[in-house]
């Protein structure tokens, strides 16, 4: 089965552009989680969604935002970036509400100059 | 914040038992213990979870204190590809996000 994909693997952005990530999770999964992780702050969580229904939302500014669709691929977006926004961006995908392990996709790194 | 405690660095010999400490005292009774592990510049890896009683799979051993209060990972025959960060995380079972900190960063020494 294959595991969690994550596009694209690496972007180079200017400050104040906007970015979409993607992610598509394991086959029948229907959970997806984002993260971030800095040098500075480590692995935080961005939001998670599931059945295109966002669940929980971390501590991040409304730039930004998320959506999942009915296939649970998931996008998160970031507008207006700012340097602080580089960073590796991480998807993880869960079965279900009560599942046990997420599944961690290999990141995007996002660089902003 | 994360709830855990765990030494920043630790070694060990190529093919001897790596064994990781982790503390979570304040840990409820509806609470699980995981670990991951995130090899250089690669997305975290599930290990193994538990919630009192010890558990194994082909990966990894979990030891958790008859109080919760503590667990240890352990590795029982390290490799150099099992150098990494390991992270135990305490989290309920569900749709709640994985509150990572800093982790132990294992080296292992041929």
């Known amino acids: 089965k294959a595991g969690v994909t994550q596009t694209p693997r690496y972007l180079i952005k200017t400050r104040g552009q906007q970015v979409t990530l993607s992610c598509s999770p394991i086959?029948?999964?229907?959970?997806v989680s984002w993260y971030q992780q800095t040098p500075g702050q480590g692995l935080q969580f961005l939001f998670e969604?599931?059945?295109?229904?966002?669940?929980n939302k971390g501590n991040f500014p409304g730039r930004f935002s998320g959506r999942q669709f009915s296939n649970s691929r998931s996008e998160m977006n970031v507008s207006t970036l700012e340097l602080g926004d580089s960073a590796l961006y991480l998807c993880?995908?869960?079965?279900?509400?009560?599942?046990?392990?997420?599944?961690f996709g290999p990141g995007t790194r996002l660089t902003v100059t | 914040d994360a709830k855990t405690t765990q030494p920043p660095s630790m070694d060990c010999a190529e093919g001897r038992a790596a064994n990781l400490p982790c503390n979570h005292s304040?840990?409820?009774?509806?609470?699980?213990v995981y670990w991951y592990r995130q090899i250089h510049s690669q997305g975290p890896q599930y290990i193994i979870h538990?919630?009192?009683n010890n558990e194994t799979n082909e990966m990894a051993s979990l030891i958790i204190t008859e109080d919760r209060k503590s667990s240890t990972l352990i590795l029982p025959h390290a490799t150099l590809r099992d150098t990494a960060v390991y992270y135990c995380?305490?989290?309920?079972?569900?749709?709640?996000?994985?509150?990572f900190g800093k982790g132990t960063r294992l080296s292992v020494i041929a």
């Open positions: 304040t840990i409820s009774g509806n609470e699980y």
């Open positions: 993880a995908s869960t079965l279900d509400l009560a599942g046990y392990e997420q599944y």
């Open positions: 995380i305490v989290r309920v079972r569900g749709n709640t996000p994985l509150v």
């Open positions: 969604y599931f059945s295109e229904t966002q669940r």
């Open positions: 086959s029948g999964h229907r959970s």
């Open positions: 538990g919630l009192k």
